[in-house]
């Protein structure tokens, strides 16, 4: 069966949710009028990226209607969007959320936060300790969401399609080294032998949504993909510029591709958790697990 998926990549403004939502309410209303089953935002859409201590302004519960509300209008339609959480323990985490007919159906926590060079989020937010896939019903069945550095982390798309998932959902913050330089060019080329070396060795769909816009002299690039199972380009955004694309995927293509390249039922979980085991064990300073020891 198709899946249409839809790309929105926009600019959020900062800091400014209440135009953010209705920035993403009137974009998933595009997306269905293009006939979307699924449409995707960028990483804390729902806010701006370098917010510092705006955080505990517009932080909202996972709970909060508002945001129930971004799906509320496009009926049956799956959305996927980034805003700042603030837990039942008064903490806040940069988080994505999946929703469909006003209702939160999936959340993933951004478990790895780059706290290096430009990058600062450690300061203002905590990561999350869960990488699980959502059931979404017919045909994807289970999806897998991350948050823009996670993907660089590969045992996060290894667990999720070893978890089910038939599309991973990148949504992504990511900004330019150096506009239009050699350098930025190269760092936008990683991102995507990534997503198409993830796509490949999943057998997965990928779908990958960036923003756009500038923020405090950082610059955005955008560039979002929807990737098929075989790692081919479906759809692509432009460069540095507000976009909805939509591109689909077949999931009995994607049943082909496994059947045709099986490496995903044949990974060997056990191997890889016993050698795991053995070097947590080892960087740890702890005793050998004993099947590891026995081995030597």
């Not at 996927?80 to 926590?109: C, K, P, Q, S």
């Not at 990534?194 to 997965?204: I, K, R, S």
């Not at 056990?270 to 081995?295: C, H, K, N, S, V």
Request: hydrophobic share 45%; charged share 25%.
């Amino acid at each position: 069966m198709e899946v249409r998926v839809a790309l929105a990549q926009v600019a959020p403004h900062l800091g400014e949710v209440a135009a953010n939502l209705e920035m993403a309410a009137e974009r998933a209303r595009a997306a269905a009028a293009e006939g979307a089953d699924l449409v995707v935002f960028p990483e804390l859409a729902l806010t701006g990226y370098l917010l510092s201590d705006l955080v505990p302004e517009v932080a909202m519960p996972a709970s909060d209607p508002r945001l129930a509300a971004v799906s509320r209008e496009t009926p049956g339609i799956l959305v996927a969007i980034g805003f700042v959480e603030e837990t039942a323990e008064h903490r806040y985490a940069n988080t994505a959320a999946l929703l469909r007919d006003g209702e939160l159906v999936g959340l993933h926590r951004k478990v790895y936060q780059p706290t290096y060079g430009m990058f600062d989020e450690g300061r203002f937010t905590r990561p999350g300790d869960r990488i699980r896939t959502t059931e979404v019903g017919e045909p994807l069945g289970r999806v897998g969401i991350s948050i823009c550095e996670d993907f660089w982390h590969p045992s996060l798309p290894l667990l999720q399609a070893q978890d089910g998932a038939a599309l991973l959902i990148n949504l992504a913050a990511g900004p330019a080294r150096a506009p239009g330089s050699a350098a930025g060019l190269a760092a936008i080329a990683g991102w995507h032998k990534m997503q198409e070396t993830y796509a490949l060795l999943g057998t997965v769909a990928v779908a990958f949504c960036n923003r756009v816009g500038n923020e405090e002299g950082l610059t955005f690039w955008g560039g979002s993909r929807l990737i098929g199972p075989g790692g081919g380009v479906l759809a692509e955004a432009p460069l540095y510029e507000e976009a909805l694309v939509v591109g689909s995927f077949d999931t009995d293509d994607l049943r082909m591709q496994r059947y045709q390249l099986p490496i995903l039922a044949d990974e060997r979980l056990e191997l890889t958790r016993r050698e795991l085991d053995r070097i947590i064990a080892d960087r740890a300073g702890l005793e050998a697990p004993a099947e590891a020891a026995a081995e030597g």
